[in-house]
């Protein structure tokens, strides 16, 4: 498929212009070829980012769109519980839950559907089981149904906010308090679109509460307990008082620590979560212990007397 950028394109990203001529397709899916460079700019590859002269040859080979259906993969999972309706598995950092905008394979939705025979359909064929989800490079525990009415169940308790969900953060900084709880709102940040903010005072309601485990030259070891699961909230709340989280650059937190390797994830794990079982209504409680990566990067920071 051939394309001339024109005069009127100069100054529009590459993506943007593709998806006004080609608005058949999404804007994802656009820099999706891009990226595996099958969109040409006079002959050579290029970045969606690309900002448009006007005038350029531009040859698009559109790939087949992804399978409308999650496959199941061979990849191992670590499972933290399991019932007849809740399996509680242990996700790690870099694994992404579901299938989303370039990523279509090697998901934890994929590793459910190889590891058990039935998952809910509630969540659509694309994310089967899914009920609540963990950011790619935020590692534990994440609860998935076998079946619709334990969807169902599950869905109610964490839209009534009856699931305890506890995190381990190592954030940049010293909190001056020992605990804390942060009550501002979170919205899609205007200046960059791929990121959350609590600093606008507009948004849907999210609080977060904190305690210091331990503290360390330049960090603070917390405990975060959250009644509500927005998109990036913990990472956002303590961005928003100052104390971003160690990895975290998309939120302000430096790329290196002198004298530290790079961590090549967040320092937040999704430590315990409590919930009621949806057919018996009995407690659960399960924990996933600090990665070792993790437990062995913070033994190596100096700890503050």
Request: aromatic fraction near 6%.
């Amino acid at each position: 498929m051939r394309l001339s950028a024109y005069l009127p394109d100069a100054g529009k990203r590459l993506d943007q212009m593709l998806h006004e001529r080609l608005p058949q397709f999404s804007r994802a899916r656009i820099q999706d070829w891009i990226k595996n460079g099958r969109v040409l700019v006079d002959g050579a590859g290029s970045r969606a980012s690309r900002t448009m002269r006007g005038g350029e040859a531009v040859e698009v080979d559109p790939a087949e769109p992804p399978p409308l259906r999650a496959a199941p993969e061979a990849i191992p999972i670590r499972t933290l519980y399991e019932d007849d309706d809740v399996v509680a598995v242990d996700k790690p950092a870099g694994m992404v839950v579901h299938a989303g905008a370039g990523v279509h394979s090697g998901t934890l939705v994929n590793a459910l559907l190889h590891r058990f025979a039935t998952l809910s359909s509630a969540g659509g064929p694309l994310r089967p089981g899914i009920v609540h989800r963990l950011d790619r490079y935020t590692s534990g525990v994440l609860l998935v149904a076998k079946n619709d009415a334990a969807h169902r169940g599950l869905a109610a308790q964490f839209s009534g906010r009856r699931v305890e969900k506890v995190y381990l953060a190592l954030a940049h900084g010293q909190t001056r308090q020992e605990s804390g709880r942060i009550d501002r709102p979170i919205a899609r940040d205007p200046a960059r679109r791929t990121r959350m903010t609590a600093r606008l005072g507009e948004g849907r309601a999210a609080w977060s509460e904190y305690r210091v485990l331990s503290r360390f030259v330049g960090f603070t070891y917390l405990e975060v307990r959250i009644g509500t699961g927005r998109t990036h909230q913990i990472r956002a709340h303590l961005a928003s008082i100052g104390h971003p989280i160690a990895g975290d650059t998309v939120y302000g937190a430096p790329a290196r620590t002198p004298g530290m390797p790079p961590l090549g994830r967040y320092f937040l794990h999704a430590h315990r979560i409590r919930f009621r079982q949806p057919s018996t209504d009995a407690e659960i409680v399960v924990e996933s212990p600090l990665p070792v990566e993790l437990e062995g990067w913070m033994k190596s920071l100096e700890r503050t007397v």
